[in-house]
Nanobody, 123 residues
C-alpha cells in the first residue's frame, strides 16, 4: 500500500509559479512510477506529467511541456511538480498518483492516488 499526500497548491496570478509536492508513505516508493493529473472545473481528469522509478525518464502533456517540470527524491519519498508561466487554464485540482509502469498517461495505469491540491490561476 502507498498513501500519497499532496501540498503546495494555492492562488497565483497568471505568469507566476507554484511548486507542488507529493509525499508517499511506505518503503517501496522507489519501485513506482509517479504521475501528476489534474481536473479543471467541469472537465475530465487529464494527464499532466510522469516520471519513472529512478527519475531517468519523464513524460509531459503537450499543454504543459516547457513550463512544468517533474522531479523526484527517492530518499525523501517525494515527487515534485514545478509549474512556471502559469495560465488561467491551468486552474484545477492536481492529483499525485503512483503506479508500476513507466511514465504512462492513462489513469488506469496508476494504482494509488492522493486527495488532490487546488491550484487557481487568476488572470
Amino acid at each position: 500500500q502507498v498513501q500519497l499526500v499532496e501540498s503546495g497548491g494555492g492562488l497565483v496570478q497568471a505568469g507566476g509559479s507554484l511548486r507542488l509536492s507529493c509525499v508517499a508513505s511506505g518503503r517501496t516508493f522507489g519501485n513506482y512510477a509517479m504521475a501528476w493529473f489534474r481536473q479543471g472545473p467541469g472537465k475530465e481528469r487529464e494527464f499532466v506529467a510522469a516520471i519513472n522509478y529512478n527519475g531517468g525518464s519523464t513524460n509531459y502533456a503537450d499543454s504543459v511541456k516547457g513550463r512544468f517540470a517533474v522531479s523526484r527524491d527517492n530518499s525523501k519519498n517525494t515527487v515534485n511538480l514545478q509549474m512556471n508561466s502559469l495560465k488561467p487554464e491551468d486552474t484545477a485540482v492536481y492529483y499525485c498518483a503512483a503506479g508500476p509502469y513507466s511514465t504512462r498517461r492513462g489513469e488506469s495505469d496508476y494504482d494509488y492516488w492522493g486527495q488532490g491540491t487546488q491550484v487557481t490561476v487568476s488572470s
